[in-house]
């Protein structure tokens, strides 16, 4: 059974950091392509970020290049994101999926608030 579980996610002021950490069981890790996406209140899911499985190639939305940094542990099966100079419309569940794009399989999600 494909178990995807988020962690880290919390309430920061606009300009701080947070780390996000998914933990992936029930399929081969290393070899399968990983992301993020969130979902805004009110709005759709967007794609944030995915990584290749086993070159660790990165993508990012045009709306956190720069600010995000998607990263994989093969060894312990994590998937983390860090977020940086976090905005205001950051705001949203972040849950993490297997496979490019949207995936195929999505965590329950972990919430990312960011208010002054």
């Known amino acids: 059974e494909v178990q995807l579980v988020e962690s880290g996610g919390g309430m920061v002021q606009p300009g701080g950091s947070l780390r996000l950490s998914c933990a992936a069981s029930?399929?081969?890790?290393?070899?399968?392509?990983m992301g993020w996406v969130r979902q805004a209140p009110g709005k759709g899911s967007e794609w944030v970020s995915s990584?290749?499985?086993?070159?660790?190639?990165?993508l990012y939305a045009d709306s956190v290049k720069g600010r995000f940094t998607i990263s994989r542990d093969n060894a312990k099966n994590m998937l983390y994101l860090q977020l940086n100079s976090l905005k205001l419309e950051d705001t949203g569940l972040y849950s993490c999926?297997?496979?490019w794009g949207g995936g195929d399989y999505r965590g329950q999600g972990t919430q990312v608030t960011v208010s002054s």
């Open positions: 999926t297997r496979g």
């Open positions: 029930g399929f081969t890790f290393s070899d399968t392509p």
């Open positions: 990584i290749d499985g086993s070159n660790g190639r990165t």
